[in-house]
C-alpha cells in the first residue's frame, strides 16, 4: 500500500522528476477550475522545480492560489507513475536562465533554450522564473 503521508519522492520513482519525462502540471484558473500543462521539470531534492515566464497563466494561477499537482508517467510503462500534490513555496527568478537551460538541455539537448530551442529574440521580452513546488503528498504506483 501506497503512503499517503509521504511527502518527498521515493528513490524507486525520482527518475521520473528528474528527466526526460514530460509531466501534468495542474494549477488552479481564477475560476476555481483545475487547469493541466504539459511541463519540464527537475527535483533539487527538497522540491519539484517547473520553469515559467513571468505574467503567464501558470505564474498568475499560482500566485492567487498556490495548490498544485503534478503527475509523470514512465513513458515505457504507463502503470508507473508518481502523483506529487503540494504548494508553489517560491517563485525565484531563475538567474541567467540557468534552470531553463538545463531543461532544455536535458529534454531537448539544446545547448541554450533561447536559440537553440526558442527563438532568441524571446530572451530578451521574457522573464524566466522558477515554480519551488514543496510536495505535501506523494503517490506511486507501483506502490512502496
Not at 23 to 49: K, R
Not at 67 to 78: F, Q
Not at 99 to 117: C, M, P, Q, V, W
Request: net charge negative; with cysteine.
Amino acid at each position: 500500500m501506497s503512503n499517503h503521508d509521504e511527502t518527498t519522492i521515493p528513490p524507486s520513482h525520482l527518475d521520473l522528476l528528474t528527466g526526460p519525462i514530460y509531466v501534468v502540471f495542474t494549477t488552479i484558473a481564477d475560476d476555481g477550475q483545475p487547469e493541466n500543462t504539459i511541463v519540464w521539470c527537475s527535483w533539487d531534492g527538497e522540491h519539484v522545480l517547473v520553469n515559467t515566464v513571468a505574467g503567464r497563466r501558470k505564474d498568475e494561477n499560482v500566485r492567487r492560489n498556490p495548490k498544485v499537482a503534478l503527475t509523470a508517467m514512465d513513458p515505457n510503462d504507463p502503470y508507473r507513475w508518481v502523483d506529487v500534490r503540494g504548494f508553489v513555496e517560491m517563485i525565484v527568478p531563475d538567474e541567467g536562465n540557468a534552470n531553463i537551460n538545463a531543461h532544455a538541455k536535458l529534454y531537448a539537448g539544446a545547448e541554450s533554450y533561447y536559440g537553440d530551442f526558442a527563438p532568441a529574440e524571446r530572451a530578451a521580452k521574457e522573464e524566466r522564473i522558477i515554480l519551488k513546488i514543496r510536495p505535501t503528498r506523494v503517490l506511486t504506483y507501483p506502490h512502496h
